[in-house]
């Protein structure tokens, strides 16, 4: 599996408007997307030392992260994936699991055996070593834009917040959740191989846009515990 290009930015509701108004004769909806938007829940893990958000904060380069991801409405199809960054490089390992293998690692782990799925491989060993466990939920509406040249996938996330009432995933409407970003300031995100197509470079560059190191768990375990850098 390839290392992918993975940009960030923070943006307005203007600028993601306007962006969103360009791309739109270049690039199509994600095939997954019903209407103009569709949200996402995710379950991050740490360890007992809590050692994701302290190489986020010191900006090591070479990270892993695991979560556990559902796609609403209906939360019918749920991914385990292990992000990996390496050298300002990303890539990501899935698999699909049921609702008893999350029910299962909820509590630890212990009941579910090594198998075929190397992702689900890798987090059981990392909780049976590590003390790695959920910690964090984070839920946002994202929009998706692909095009087939270079493998490119641009993203808007808006209304990103968190909570830790991680017994309320499935709950249509998680309590305690906690806004990550300011009012009105969103996260933009373009994904691609090798190359992205001058067609979509011209309609990204609005000559404000400036990378960000941004992490939703990260920022979002700050926003729990109230302690924002934004």
Do not use: W
Request: glycine residues 6%; neutral net charge; proline residues 4%.
């Amino acid at each position: 599996m390839d290392y992918r290009v993975e940009n960030k930015y923070l943006v307005s509701d203007t600028e993601l408007y306007v962006i969103g108004h360009r791309l739109r004769p270049f690039m199509a909806f994600d095939r997954n997307q019903q209407g103009d938007s569709y949200e996402i829940r995710s379950i991050y893990f740490d360890d007992i030392r809590d050692s994701c958000l302290e190489e986020n904060d010191a900006g090591v380069d070479a990270r892993l992260k695991y979560r556990i991801r559902s796609y609403g409405p209906d939360f019918d199809f749920l991914r385990l994936e292990i992000k990996e960054k390496l050298n300002g490089y990303t890539r990501k390992y899935s698999c699909p699991i049921s609702m008893a293998e999350f029910e299962a690692i909820m509590q630890g782990g212990d009941s579910l055996g090594f198998g075929q799925r190397s992702p689900l491989n890798r987090l059981l060993l990392h909780m049976r070593c590590d003390m790695l466990r959920p910690r964090l939920i984070v839920k946002y509406e994202r929009s998706a834009f692909i095009h087939p040249s270079g493998n490119v996938r641009v993203t808007f996330d808006r209304n990103i917040s968190a909570s830790l009432r991680l017994d309320e995933f499935f709950s249509p409407a998680v309590s305690a959740c906690v806004p990550v970003l300011p009012r009105n300031m969103h996260v933009l995100e373009v994904k691609y191989d090798e190359l992205l197509p001058d067609t979509v470079a011209a309609q990204l560059e609005t000559g404000r846009l400036q990378k960000s190191a941004f992490s939703k768990y990260y920022l979002g375990r700050l926003a729990v515990n109230n302690q924002f850098l934004l």
